[in-house]
């Protein structure tokens, strides 16, 4: 067997070690030593990643390229040589955001914590409200997200409600799951295909335990195309480097009415010719999302 040259997709990484999902197949390869030169400031290589590889003889592989990625969804990792970027998903096309109507109650704040993140990453953003059979009208919870524009799926996965909708939604797309204990991603994942919620669960416990490199994270193929990856550790992800004054940016109904404050510095907190606190006043801007931004603005979150 001779050597071959590939472009591949990076679907499992563990200890130095990723599997490539390439158009003769899987391949567990290793980086080439030149890509591992100097000191690293974030991971190399992660999941996600699209990549050039070349397959030895005897069928093992070697990462030659890795392409530049349109975003990615990284972690802040203090370590005692100075701060590390570790890289839960690289190129997600989606990020999906599962909450339940009830048991446990809608964390909206934390919900809204997401948003602005996957809004600073420019990952579009879905929201599944699952847990429908629980309550009369989840629209009442979670309306106000499509008022914004976000779309939102209604799920049961008890009365199977919603399941080909949001099935649709993930198929031949990168898409990062993400959203507190108990809300029912296990059980939705089961639905839309047997077995997938609990291959992720055990990937995703493994992922919680520590903040060592050595975690394994991978991404699962769906039937129809694309893979879904759990990305648990949302809490740490990307507001660390974000200044207060950047925050309005990624509240889209905020983001609309900058423009028209009366002071560029605007801080939509007291300032007079205020757009956002007249839009609050008005109800043309839900209270509840102008809580979230003066958490996050104040550094309260």
Not at 30 to 46: F, P, W, Y
Not at 110 to 126: G, N, W
Request: charged share 25%; proline share 5%; net charge neutral.
């Amino acid at each position: 067997m001779t050597e071959t040259t590939h472009q591949g997709l990076i679907i499992k990484a563990q200890s130095g070690f990723f599997s490539v999902e390439t158009s003769v197949g899987l391949v567990v390869c290793q980086l080439r030593g030149k890509l591992k030169q100097g000191r690293a400031r974030g991971d190399i290589a992660a999941l996600g990643d699209h990549v050039t590889i070349t397959i030895l003889e005897d069928g093992s592989g070697v990462v030659e390229n890795i392409e530049e990625r349109k975003q990615a969804l990284v972690r802040l990792d203090p370590r005692p040589q100075g701060e590390y970027q570790q890289v839960l998903l690289a190129n997600a096309d989606q990020v999906v955001f599962v909450f339940a109507c009830a048991h446990p109650d809608p964390k909206l704040k934390m919900l809204d914590r997401f948003l602005v993140i996957a809004e600073k990453q420019k990952i579009p953003p879905l929201i599944v409200a699952n847990k429908t059979d629980l309550v009369d009208e989840g629209k009442k919870i979670f309306g106000m997200y499509e008022d914004i524009g976000y779309r939102v799926i209604y799920t049961s996965a008890e009365k199977m409600h919603g399941i080909e909708e949001l099935r649709e939604a993930l198929v031949k797309k990168i898409n990062a799951f993400a959203g507190p204990s108990g809300v029912g991603k296990s059980s939705l994942l089961n639905r839309l295909q047997p077995g997938l919620g609990l291959a992720v669960n055990q990937i995703s416990a493994y992922m919680d335990k520590g903040k060592h490199t050595t975690v394994t994270r991978q991404m699962f193929p769906l039937d129809g195309g694309g893979f879904v990856a759990d990305t648990p550790g949302w809490k740490s992800l990307a507001l660390w480097d974000t200044r207060p004054e950047e925050i309005d940016a990624y509240f889209p109904e905020l983001r609309r009415l900058v423009p028209e404050c009366q002071f560029s510095d605007c801080s939509h907190m007291h300032e007079p010719g205020c757009a956002v606190l007249a839009a609050v006043k008005a109800g043309t801007v839900h209270k509840e999302r102008y809580d979230s931004y003066l958490r996050l603005r104040l550094g309260r979150d």
